[in-house]
C-alpha cells in the first residue's frame, strides 16, 4: 500500500509539473514572459554565482570571455571543483595530489576536448579496465579476459549487443550518425522504453543484468538505479563502456589534475571560497531593475546563477523571503538525488590497503586495472550488492610519471584506492591505519529518472525569472562533465554572454542540440 502511494505521489507531482508548465508557455506565447529578465549589455554589471563546480565556472568563463567584468563565484567548501573532487598523497618520497572522481572523459565530449586545448591543458589518452568479481561462484567477467569465466555470458553479450545495435540504429535514423550527447527527439521510440524494460524483450538474463551490467555501468552513473534509464543513451553508454570483454573502455584524461582547469576558467573572477549561500533576496524595482542581495551582504547583484544543488538553491531562496513561481518551486523541490534512494555509492573511503583486493589477483589488479567490482548477494533480503574499488593508481598519469621519476615499481608501492560500499551491508575490511579521508557524494548526481529528465527539458520556461538562471547537474537531463559545462554557456548566452567556441564546428553543434533541447 505504501509503495502504491509513494507512485501516486510521484505521477501526482510530474503531472502537476507538466499542466503548470503548459499553463505558463501558453500565457508566456500570449502575453509574453514578464518574469523573465531581458540581457544586460552593460559589461560594468554585477553578477553572482553560486555553486563552484564546472557549471558555475563555465559561466563564468563565458561571461568574462564576453567582456563582464565583475563575476563573484560563491563555493561552500574550500576550493573549486564541484563534483571533480582531488586529494593528496602522501608518500616516503613526495607527495602528490590525484583526482578522486570525474577523472576522464569520451572522446564526444567535445566542448570540454576544446576548452582544455584553449586552456593549454596536457592530456592524455588511457585505457580503464574493469574486473568484476563473484567470490561465491568462484568466477569473474574482465576485460582482457575474453576467454576465461566469460563464456557463460555469450549468449547475453550477444542478445546486449543486438540490443545496442538496434537502438544505435533507430537513434541514427532520426539525429544522423555523428555521435553525440546531445541527440534528442521526440520521436525515437527508446526515450519512452526504460533499458530494463527493452533488456526483458531481447531475452537479457536477470542473472547478466545483476552481475554485469548493473556493478560496471553504476560506477559511471555512481547509482546502481538502472532499470528506468531511457534506452536511447544506450549506444552512448556503449561507447564509454562495453560490455565485451575484449573492448577495454579507452578515455582521456589530464597529465596533471583538474585543478589547473578550474584555475584558468576562473582568471578575472572574484572567488569567495568556503561561503556557503544561506540566503538570497530579489527585488525587482521593474522590468529592467533587479536588485540581488546573498547572505545579507552589501553588494547588490543584477543577476544570479545558481550551479549549485536544487535543495541549496530552494532553501536559500525561502531563507531570503523570495518569491517565485509555482512552477519554479515545485521543479526545484522535486528534484531527486542518488542518496534518496540508493545507498550504494554514497561514500568512497579513501585508503591504501590492499587487503581489499583478492590476494590472488592483487599484483595484477594494482597494475592493470582501473575497477575491482567485489560483487555479494545478499540472501535475506535477496538482493546483489556490490563494493566497487577505484584502483587510481594503475592509470593515472602523473602517478606513473612520479614513479617513474622516483624509480618505483608498482609492485613496491601502496596503492591509491578508493573503495565505496553500500550503508545497509556490512562494509569491506580496510586497516584503519591506511584510510586517509572519504568522498562524500550526497547530493552530487541527480537520479536518472523519466521526472528528473522533464524538469530538465522544462527548465527553459523559467530561465531568468526575476534575473535567476540555473546550470550543473541539478537541472540537466544527465551527470556529465561535457553537459554541466555546455548548459553554463547556455546561460550565460541568456544573460548576454556569447558562446566561446563558435570557431570549432563539431562543438557548436553539441552546443545547439542542447539549446534546443533545455533552452530554446
Known amino acids: 500500500m505504501l509503495h502504491i502511494l509513494i507512485w501516486l505521489q510521484y ?10 508548465s503548459l499553463c505558463a508557455y501558453i500565457k508566456a506565447r500570449l502575453l509574453g514572459n514578464k518574469k523573465r529578465a531581458v540581457p544586460l549589455f552593460n559589461r560594468d554589471c554585477q553578477i553572482a554565482i553560486v555553486g563552484g563546480g564546472i557549471g558555475g565556472v563555465s559561466t563564468a568563463y563565458a561571461l ?63 585505457e580503464l579496465p574493469f574486473f568484476i568479481h563473484n567470490k561465491q561462484d568462484n568466477s569473474f567477467f574482465a576485460h582482457r579476459k575474453q576467454h576465461i569465466h ?13 540490443m545496442v545495435n538496434t537502438v544505435r540504429w533507430v537513434t541514427e535514423y532520426f539525429n544522423g550518425k555523428e555521435a553525440s550527447l546531445y541527440h534528442f527527439t521526440f520521436l525515437n521510440p527508446f526515450n519512452y522504453i ?19 551490467v548493473v556493478p560496471m555501468y553504476a560506477s559511471s552513473f555512481l547509482s546502481t538505479k538502472l532499470s528506468f534509464i531511457p534506452s536511447s543513451i544506450l549506444p552512448t553508454i556503449d561507447s564509454l563502456i562495453s560490455l565485451q570483454p575484449n573492448q577495454i573502455p579507452t578515455m582521456q584524461t589530464w597529465l596533471q ?93 579513501i585508503h591504501r590497503d590492499i587487503n581489499v583486493l583478492p590476494a590472488e589477483y592483487a599484483k595484477e589488479l594494482c597494475c592493470d586495472y582501473a575497477n575491482y567490482i567485489d560483487l555479494k548477494y545478499d540472501s535475506r533480503n535477496q538482493c546483489y550488492y556490490h563494493y566497487n574499488t577505484f584502483i587510481l593508481s594503475s592509470w593515472l598519469p602523473n602517478v606513473h610519471a612520479m614513479m617513474k621519476e622516483n624509480q618505483i615499481e608498482h609492485k613496491t608501492m601502496e ?67 561535457d553537459l554541466s559545462l555546455i548548459s553554463g554557456f547556455a546561460v550565460a548566452e541568456l544573460i548576454g554572454a556569447k558562446y566561446p567556441f563558435s570557431e570549432n564546428i563539431s562543438a557548436l553543434r553539441d552546443y545547439n542540440r542542447f539549446k534546443r533541447m533545455c533552452v530554446n
Open 150 to 162: 566469460t563464456q557463460q555470458y555469450n549468449t547475453n553479450l550477444k542478445r546486449w549487443s543486438r
Open 415 to 481: 596503492p591509491m584506492l578508493v573503495t565505496y560500499a553500500p550503508y545497509n551491508q556490512p562494509g569491506p575490511k580496510i586497516d584503519e591505519k591506511k584510510i586517509f579521508g572519504k568522498v562524500d557524494n550526497r547530493r552530487a548526481h541527480p537520479s536518472l529518472s523519466f521526472r528528473n529528465q522533464t524538469i530538465a527539458l522544462l527548465m527553459r520556461i523559467v530561465q531568468g525569472e526575476n534575473g535567476m538562471y540555473f546550470c550543473g547537474n541539478a537541472v540537466t537531463p544527465a551527470n556529465g562533465h
Open 194 to 212: 526504460s533499458m530494463r524494460c527493452l533488456s526483458f524483450c531481447f531475452g537479457v538474463s536477470n542473472r547478466f543484468w545483476n552481475h554485469i
Open 257 to 349: 589534475t583538474s585543478i589547473d582547469v578550474f584555475d584558468k576558467m576562473t582568471q578575472g573572477a572574484t572567488i569567495k571560497t568556503n561561503h556557503p549561500v544561506t540566503k538570497v533576496h530579489i527585488q525587482r524595482k521593474d522590468s529592467n531593475h533587479i536588485m540581488i542581495t546573498i547572505n545579507e551582504e552589501k553588494t547588490i547583484y543584477d543577476r544570479i546563477v545558481f550551479a549549485c544543488n536544487a535543495d541549496a538553491t530552494v532553501n536559500a531562496l525561502t531563507n531570503g523571503h523570495t518569491k517565485i513561481s509555482s512552477l519554479l518551486k515545485l521543479m526545484l523541490s522535486n528534484v531527486t538525488y542518488g542518496d534518496d534512494d540508493d545507498l550504494n555509492l554514497l561514500d568512497g573511503i
Open 64 to 126: 568574462l570571455h564576453s567582456g563582464y567584468k565583475n563575476i563573484t563565484i560563491y563555493e561552500a567548501r574550500d576550493k573549486l571543483g564541484g563534483n571533480a573532487k582531488t586529494h593528496i598523497w602522501q608518500n616516503d618520497k613526495s607527495n602528490i595530489t590525484t583526482g578522486l572522481s570525474v577523472l576522464a572523459w569520451p572522446v564526444i565530449f567535445r566542448n570540454y576536448i576544446h576548452l582544455l586545448n584553449e586552456l593549454n591543458i596536457p592530456t592524455t589518452t588511457v
Open 11 to 20: 505521477f501526482g507531482v510530474f503531472i502537476s509539473i507538466l499542466f503548470l
